[in-house]
């Protein structure tokens, strides 16, 4: 009920290219999180969302709160090489301070 | 800068030696979390500490200790590591617990390899 989906598990785009990934639950969430993971490194907060339908961005990444409080989409716009890397999602369920991590999409860009 | 701090990156143990792995923290947070990550899976929460209150994740074994004698350090004990513990660690640190105070922030992780 609280699990993560998290999709898709992998891409290959071109540089240049935009790109979107996407955490889904059938359990309401309080709080999503977006964190990216360089090779050999610890989780990065990229961006944080507290309401829902919340759209917040960072640079090139736009990340949003669904609308059902069941859902969080990352868009990256004109990828780069130095965006590679495994991007997570996070959440808090509504009835509990525990954050539930995706499984990643890792991102791999060609220049 | 604020950050978090983890030694040794790497660490190599005989399976079976005890191994520590360390943290430590400049932002001053009340909780610290140690989680294992192994290869291109999510990171798995281990246990976390709420100042001096320990926190254990039920299935996390036994195998696994930890000790927070203050509010900047924090260790990981592995008692007898098997070849199955070889993994990232990482350790974050957030605020507090819920809502906005709920923001974890990682180290950049200790790799372990058993041989």
């Known amino acids: 009920g609280q699990q993560l989906n998290q999709s898709p598990q992998s891409m290959f785009i071109q540089e240049g290219e935009d790109v979107s990934m996407n955490c889904t639950s059938s359990s309401i969430f309080n709080t999503w999180l977006w964190y990216k993971q360089d090779p050999g490194e610890g989780p990065v907060l990229l961006i944080a969302l507290y309401k829902a339908g919340e759209l917040t961005s960072n640079g090139r990444l736009t990340a949003q709160f669904g609308i059902t409080r069941k859902d969080s989409f990352l868009n990256i716009s004109a990828s780069i090489p130095s965006d590679v890397g495994i991007y997570f999602c996070?959440?808090?369920?509504?009835?509990?301070?525990?954050?539930?991590f995706g499984a990643g999409t890792r991102l791999t860009v060609k220049p | 800068d604020a950050m978090v701090i983890q030694n040794p990156r790497y660490q190599v143990t005989q399976f079976g030696k005890p191994v520590t792995l360390s943290c430590s923290q400049t932002?001053?947070?009340?909780?610290m979390y140690w989680y294992q990550q192994k290869s291109s899976q999510a990171p798995k929460l281990l246990f976390h500490y709420y100042d001096k209150d320990f926190n254990n994740e039920a299935d996390t074994p036994d195998n696994f200790q930890s000790r927070r004698p203050n509010t900047s350090f924090c260790f990981l004990d592995i008692r007898s590591p098997g070849l199955g513990d070889a993994a990232m660690y990482l350790c974050?640190?957030?605020?507090?617990?819920?809502?906005?105070?709920?923001?974890?922030?990682f180290g950049p992780g200790t790799r372990l390899t058993v041989l």
């Open positions: 996070a959440g808090q369920p509504y009835n509990n301070n525990d954050m539930r």
């Open positions: 974050a640190t957030s605020k507090g617990r819920g809502g906005r105070y709920n923001e974890q922030f």
């Open positions: 932002l001053n947070h009340n909780v």
